[in-house]
């Protein structure tokens, strides 16, 4: 009882619940108390009983809504929430992996914004080994190397998860979004066509985007703490 309500009651729009609440005070007011009350005049009486009858009408489409739409899309969720939160979860440890070991940190818990600007300002794009082995080089990657190999892995998480996008609900969808747009991914996703032929070694502003980077991971990682945890198995 307790998980059923929790999926099906506890998720409903809170606007509709709030509507539902208020017609239902009311229409308990009019029949207990308002009802007992003469009408002065006619018209008073007849206003009454229409906005009786368009109550009584709220909650009919409630529930037709409720069995029709609510139930239904509660039950792909729990059919697709799980796949998408594993792989909501995949993109969050992909990502802080690339802070992590961009500023030369164990953990992600040990970041502030001074050991990442401090970090990110120490690293040269190509004339530094980064801890990767990519196959088909002779060499470690290179720092430019590492963070477009590993934004590739998190757009190639990312459209997994948005083929189920027309069951996501809207705070998921903008979190999503979020990341797509992030400046940070933004700029090596640009160099894959171009660090080949325009070497880049260092560029000035990329702590702030380290650090714009790091306040949206811990966004996700809050989001994925309030919502989709519950979902992974």
Same mark, same amino acid.
């Given at each position: ?34 009802? /007992? ?12 009983? +229409? ?25 792909? /969720? ?5 796949? +998408? ?9 992909? $990502? /802080? ?7 030369? +940190? ?6 502030? $914004? ?47 998860? @948005? ?26 996703? /640009? ?11 260092? @560029? ?21 703490? $309030? ?7």
């Amino acid at each position: 009882m307790k998980n059923w309500l929790k999926k099906y009651i506890l998720s409903l729009r809170k606007d509709l619940v709030i509507i539902l609440l208020a017609d239902i005070a009311y229409l308990l007011l009019m029949e207990l108390v308002f009802r /007992k009350i003469p009408s002065p005049y006619p018209i008073f009486a007849k206003i009454g009983d +229409v906005s009786v009858t368009l109550a009584i009408s709220f909650i009919a489409s409630f529930i037709f809504y409720f069995v029709q739409v609510h139930l239904p899309e509660v039950r792909k /969720k729990m059919h697709i929430y799980p796949c +998408v939160a594993v792989l909501f979860y995949r993109i969050l440890i992909q $990502e /802080k992996a690339l802070l992590t070991k961009y500023v030369g +940190v164990q953990t992600f818990e040990d970041l502030n $914004e001074e050991i990442i600007r401090n970090g990110a300002n120490k690293r040269f794009f190509n004339s530094q080994d980064a801890p990767l082995n990519i196959s088909g080089l002779n060499r470690n990657a290179n720092w430019m190397e590492f963070c477009i190999y590993k934004v590739d892995n998190i757009d190639k998480t990312w459209e997994m998860i @948005m083929k189920y996008a027309m069951y996501l609900d809207s705070k998921f969808i903008s979190i999503m979004a979020k990341i797509q747009e992030d400046r940070l991914l933004l700029f090596f996703r /640009k160099m894959i066509d171009i660090y080949k032929t325009t070497p880049i070694n260092h @560029m000035n502003g990329i702590d702030e985007l380290f650090i714009t980077f790091w306040n949206n991971i811990q966004e996700q990682e809050q989001y994925y703490n $309030e919502v989709l945890v519950k979902y992974k198995s």
